[in-house]
């Protein structure tokens, strides 16, 4: 099986006048080439505006004698569309973006290690499925950290990241949601298609279906850990505004009782001792039971 990486209208003729299977890794095509691989190919007018106008949903569409499915991988950090052409003579993917995950893959096909149609199909599913397998663990790490420093001092830039990771997690699950229910309804789809050699005994797509679980579930945890670690952000700041309020209170209550009812008081200060121990001193001695009370209960921190 070859493994084509330009458009060679020659070289694809040739191919299926000898009725050689083949796949066809398009990285950003212009319009001209897609409009005239769709010619030579057969693929019908409207798979081909959906390849033209990438920000497709994922989604398996059926031509009859091939379909169209549209699925997300990922390299690196960023979300990476692809479009794969599927019949029983070749497979087509286009995408505008690299995906270092499907580089291995096509590296496999073209050291024969695809034994059949159905299995170049399976390999190219399951590359980018688990790429956003590892886009999911490289977030977790993240998640676990932003936990950990949420019960300490986080910055104001961990907080930032709080929320936009909680986003990011919010666009990868729309990603792989989309794509376990596809897999789950179309894999029988895809192995029935005219002229793709399949093994009756497996169901390989099943695997892949069964990774987008997996991920969609490590997803779900990450979000809820980044909803509780939110949930301890909030409770800090009304901690906080709790001690303020605490230590306001018996200045407040302090000031106003030595102020208006205590006229005698006010009468006989008439020296710094007596003005330092009657009324400043009213003030810090419920700012000392304050601070003693707030260490007693743990609201600071006794370093």
């Known amino acids: 099986m070859q493994v084509l990486d330009t458009v060679d209208l020659d070289a694809i003729r040739a191919l299926h006048g000898r009725e050689e299977f083949f796949w066809l890794d398009l990285d950003a095509p212009s319009d001209a080439d897609v409009d005239a691989l769709g010619e030579l190919l057969g693929i019908p007018d409207l798979a081909i505006e959906d390849t033209k106008e990438f920000g497709q949903r994922p989604k398996l569409d059926d031509y009859g004698e091939r379909v169209l499915i549209v699925f997300y991988g990922a390299h690196g950090t960023e979300l990476v569309e692809v479009h794969v052409h599927v019949s029983g003579q070749e497979v087509v993917t286009v995408r505008r973006a690299p995906c270092a995950h499907l580089w291995e893959a096509r590296e496999r096909a073209a050291t024969a290690m695809v034994r059949t149609e159905q299995d170049l199909v399976y390999r190219v599913l399951d590359a980018l499925a688990e790429s956003l397998r590892t886009l999911a663990d490289r977030h ?152 003693a009370l707030l260490l007693r209960t743990g609201y600071l921190d006794r370093r």
């Not at 179309?186 to 279906?209: C, K, M, Q, S, T």
Request: charged share 25%; glycine share 6%; proline share 5%.
């Open 140 to 291: 977790a790490a993240e998640v676990e950290h932003l936990e950990e420093i949420a019960f300490e001092r986080p910055k104001p830039a961990d907080r930032r990241r709080m929320s936009e990771l909680r986003s990011e997690l919010f666009r990868l699950q729309q990603i792989v949601i989309p794509q376990r229910e596809m897999l789950s309804r179309g894999g029988d789809l895809i192995e029935d298609l005219p002229g793709l050699e399949r093994d009756v005994a497996r169901h390989p797509f099943r695997d892949v279906h069964d990774d987008l679980v997996v991920t969609a579930n490590e997803i779900d945890y990450m979000r809820e850990l980044l909803s509780e670690a939110v949930n301890v952000l909030i409770n800090q700041m009304a901690g906080r505004l709790t001690i303020v309020a605490t230590i306001f209170l018996p200045l407040t209550f302090a000031t106003g009782f030595f102020g208006m009812n205590f006229g005698w008081m006010v009468d006989h200060i008439d020296s710094a001792e007596a003005f330092l121990l009657l009324g400043v001193g009213a003030m810090i001695l419920p700012l000392v039971v304050a601070a």
